[in-house]
């Protein structure tokens, strides 16, 4: 994927967004521009689904289009490939990340194989949306991070949001592919808003072809910096620019990469960015053995072994069971963590 370089934008927004209300947004507008674009999951039809991003939907493109199935997940993954093979463009939802796993038969030996299988005759155009990570307080298998278990699916493509805008252009992205796209959106942060450039305002402006910033492809700098690079995903790369600017004012200057595609990963930015400030700290929620850590970790390593100052650390959740609310705070990289990851990093020595 091609490098993304962290340059301002100077158009206006006119809106301003949840995550929910952007992914809202983007799945109304595709439907409205694809009449082979169809919704369907547990509640996604007159409720909206859990966290209503489906609201209205079926009302504005009719329940034939949006619309809600039993509850059974492998039931609703193999419906979408179904449809796939039919010439649609399914979008379909799992209430919560934990509740993929019923799913997980259908979707790695038929998602993810069936264009390989039929020797490219039969293309899966499908979207999973999967309301992913902790920061909720809700119980078990309602906080899981699957990017891993999903990353290592050979035909899956798979990519988080980190806020409004990212989740608008991303799902957009995604859903206009012709291959299959596992979209784990960060539950913790539906309800944060910020600012949403939609397509309509960005050719309004005179930016009909996409710049670089505008790119929904690869990762992008979501801040500068000269000393460090901190490397996440979905909702830790809030977390991460919150660590950014607390470790500014002792002078060190943090640069985050929010890695959006998690497959394919962005090697060309994560080796720019950390040959630059030669220290890296990867940052995800997920357990740390096996995590996709891990494999961001060695891609850094493989491409700039000879500038790294300190090997790549990384600050994770634990190989635990995901825990109950009440001890979610520690589960969860929080910014003390984050910032002994940093410590650590920077105070490293050669024997």
Same mark, same amino acid.
């Given at each position: ?227 460090? /690079? =901190?490397? $996440?995903?979905? *909702?830790?790369?809030? +977390?991460?620019?919150? %660590?950014? !600017?607390?470790?500014?004012?002792? #002078? ?16 060309? /930015? =994560?080796? $720019?960015?950390? *040959?630059?400030?030669? +220290?890296?700290?990867? %940052?995800? !929620?997920?357990?740390?053995?096996? #995590? ?60």
């Amino acid at each position: 994927m091609p490098e993304t370089v962290a340059v301002p934008d100077t158009r206006t927004p006119s809106h301003v967004l949840s995550l929910q209300g952007a992914l809202n947004l983007a799945l109304d507008e595709l439907l409205a521009e694809d009449e082979k674009v169809l919704v369907l999951g547990e509640d996604v039809g007159t409720l909206g689904g859990v966290f209503r991003v489906t609201s209205g939907l079926a009302a504005s493109h009719g329940a034939e289009r949006v619309f809600d199935t039993p509850l059974a997940e492998s039931g609703i993954l193999g419906m979408s490939i179904g449809l796939s093979i039919a010439g649609f463009r399914p979008v379909p939802e799992v209430q919560f990340d934990g509740f993929a796993y019923p799913a997980m038969n259908q979707i790695v030996t038929q998602l993810g194989r069936m264009h390989y299988r039929s020797r490219g005759t039969l293309p899966m155009p499908v979207t999973l949306r999967v309301p992913s990570f902790g920061g909720i307080r809700a119980p078990e298998h309602h906080g899981e991070s699957l990017e891993a278990v999903f990353a290592h699916v050979p035909g899956l493509k798979v990519v988080s949001p980190s806020d409004p805008q990212q989740g608008y252009t991303l799902l957009k992205a995604a859903v206009r592919m012709n291959d299959p796209v596992m979209f784990m959106e960060p539950k913790s942060r539906y309800w944060q808003k910020g600012p949403v450039v939609t397509e309509a305002e960005g050719a309004h402006d005179g930016d009909s072809s996409p710049s670089r910033v505008d790119s929904p492809w690869g990762a992008r700098v979501a801040r500068a910096g000269r000393h460090l /690079t =901190l490397v $996440a995903w979905g *909702a830790m790369v809030a +977390r991460c620019l919150q %660590v950014a !600017e607390l470790a500014a004012e002792d #002078g060190i200057d943090v640069e985050v990469v929010d890695l959006r595609w998690l497959k394919p990963i962005d090697a060309e /930015t =994560l080796t $720019a960015s950390v *040959a630059k400030t030669r +220290r890296a700290v990867v %940052v995800h !929620e997920a357990p740390l053995t096996a #995590g996709l850590g891990a494999e961001v970790a060695q891609l850094i390593t493989q491409r700039c072994f000879g500038t790294l100052k300190a090997p790549v650390e990384r600050v994770t959740g634990f190989d635990v069971p995901y825990p109950s609310g009440d001890l979610e705070d520690e589960y969860i990289p929080n910014i003390d963590r984050i910032l002994f990851g940093i410590q650590r990093v920077l105070e490293y020595k050669r024997g």
